[in-house]
């Protein structure tokens, strides 16, 4: 089954950058390109909430209004890699980090994801 594994996590001053990696794996008789990747994110106390999603392909990709204009995703199907570019960072951005994969399309619902990878802890100072 497919599996994912995310990194690029740490500690960040605001205003600074990371990005984050998803690592996939695990494809049979597909790859990539047959998946949808999406960005979650929860903070302490708080709901998983949908932060950025690349269709498969690279057909579309969308984001949460808090991140628009500061984060990107890109893919590289021939690394069986999905990117987030973080800039601009802000308080309000720690959290733990998940990638998760779904066939094709994009939701902002974690339950349409059936595939996901373990997170990787954004912190972000003042």
């Known amino acids: 089954e497919v599996q994912l594994q995310a990194s690029g996590g740490g500690l960040v001053q605001a205003g600074g950058s990371l990005r984050l990696s998803c690592a996939a794996s695990?494809?049979?008789?597909?790859?990539?390109?047959?998946?949808?990747i999406g960005w979650f994110r929860q903070a302490p106390g708080k709901e998983r909430e949908a932060v950025s999603c690349i269709s498969s392909g690279a057909a579309y990709s969308n984001y949460a209004d808090s991140v628009k204009g500061r984060f990107t995703v890109s893919s590289d199907s021939a690394k069986n890699m999905v990117y987030l570019q973080m800039n601009n960072l802000k308080l309000e951005d720690t959290a733990v980090y998940f990638c998760?994969?779904?066939?094709?399309?994009?939701?902002?619902?974690?339950?349409?994801?059936?595939?996901w990878g373990q997170g990787t802890q954004v912190t972000v100072s003042s």
């Open positions: 695990g494809f049979r008789n597909s790859d990539l390109n047959d998946y949808a």
């Open positions: 998760a994969a779904a066939p094709y399309s994009c939701s902002g619902y974690s339950d349409h994801f059936g595939f």
